[in-house]
């Protein structure tokens, strides 16, 4: 029990600590590369420190949660000031965040947000209302069908399983459609927000189901992959089978505009400068709201049309 105690006072942050030159130094655990919207992501929190003057140890955990602790467990043991991370999945952080905690290193979620009943071990979480990014998928769906009575086939393609925008994007279009029994979802499966997965899960449904008329997928990225599987058996891609995602990245936004997509909602992963700004004050010991919710829009193909030449990303 002494031996415990001792070795965790150890391991305790001192007052000042960081690196020598007075920087904040902040450890950043990226869940992956998985998207368009994961790499703008990165851009932005690597942009956003240097502009800020802020010291940045990056890590990537290629999705895997154990990657995630690792990396978490070695900004501890380097005493960062503040450690951000975007969770690969809601579940399982209580340990490591405990030992954070215990060491005085303040956490940040961005993007993503965990399960844990105790918020204490977070300053605050910075990110979308996936809820709402799934009811507003839901509700253009409906408005498209508005006065008609024959069934409405959707297939759904769903972020890697566990992860709090696949859990959340699922709840909050199904609450939508759940409301008028023509809308069936005779499809889910897994895509894990890649394109290759989407292709791939996409012509699987594909060979099942000779009747799909609608395909929501929870991002650009397995949307766009499954763009590719469509073609590849022969329809139309927003004509023959209406495509509905979530995050406006480029290549999605493209789409768009280019009649394959039908609508998109929008998920930002500009969250660098807002991230910056709360790690220096959390380091600061000033007071963060709890919850940041980032703004976001939609967009229609005509929108998307308009948007495109000024997209950053
Ligand atoms: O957590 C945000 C989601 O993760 C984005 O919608 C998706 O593209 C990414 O991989």
């Known amino acids: 029990m002494i031996a415990v105690a001792g070795l965790a006072a150890c391991s305790k942050k001192e ?24 790499t703008a992501n990165t851009k932005s929190v690597q942009d956003a420190a240097t502009a800020a003057g802020i010291t940045l140890k990056f890590s990537d955990a290629q999705q895997k949660q154990e990657n995630q602790i690792q990396a978490i467990r070695s900004f501890i043991a380097q005493k960062v000031d503040v450690i951000a991370f975007s969770p690969v999945v809601e579940s399982g952080w209580d340990a490591v965040l405990n030992e954070a905690k215990e060491a005085k290193i303040p956490v940040i979620l961005t993007d993503r947000a965990i399960d844990s009943p105790d918020t204490s071990l977070y300053q605050t979480f910075l990110g979308s209302d996936f809820i709402k990014e799934g009811n507003l998928a839901g509700e253009w769906l409906v408005k498209q069908y508005e006065g008609k ?45 890649t394109r290759a997965k989407g292709k791939e899960v996409m ?46 990245v480029h290549d999605g ?61």
Not at 24 to 38: D, H, K, M, N, Y
Not at 209 to 227: E, P, T, W, Y
């Open 15 to 38: 007052p000042g600590g960081g690196s020598d030159d007075g920087k904040i130094t902040l450890g950043f655990s990226q869940v992956g590369a998985e998207s368009g919207w994961r």
């Open 149 to 193: 009575n024959d069934p409405v086939n959707i297939v759904e393609l769903q972020g890697n399983t566990g992860a709090a925008p696949a859990n959340d994007r699922k709840k909050g279009f199904g609450d939508v459609i759940a409301k008028d029994p023509k809308f069936k979802v005779i499809a889910s499966q897994p895509g894990d927000f």
């Open 203 to 248: 012509e699987a449904f594909l060979k099942a189901h000779q009747d799909i008329d609608v395909l929501f997928a929870h991002n650009d990225d397995m949307g766009l992959g499954a763009i590719e599987a469509i073609e590849a058996a022969g329809k139309k891609p927003g004509v023959d089978i209406k495509i509905i995602t979530i995050d406006a």
């Open 253 to 313: 936004m493209q789409a768009l505009a280019d009649g394959k997509i039908n609508f998109i909602a929008e998920c930002s992963p500009l969250l660098g400068p807002q991230l910056m700004e709360l790690v220096k004050k959390v380091k600061n010991g000033e007071s963060v709201e709890k919850r940041i919710v980032t703004n976001e829009t939609t967009f229609t193909q005509e929108q998307a049309k308009a948007a495109l030449p000024e997209r950053k990303y």
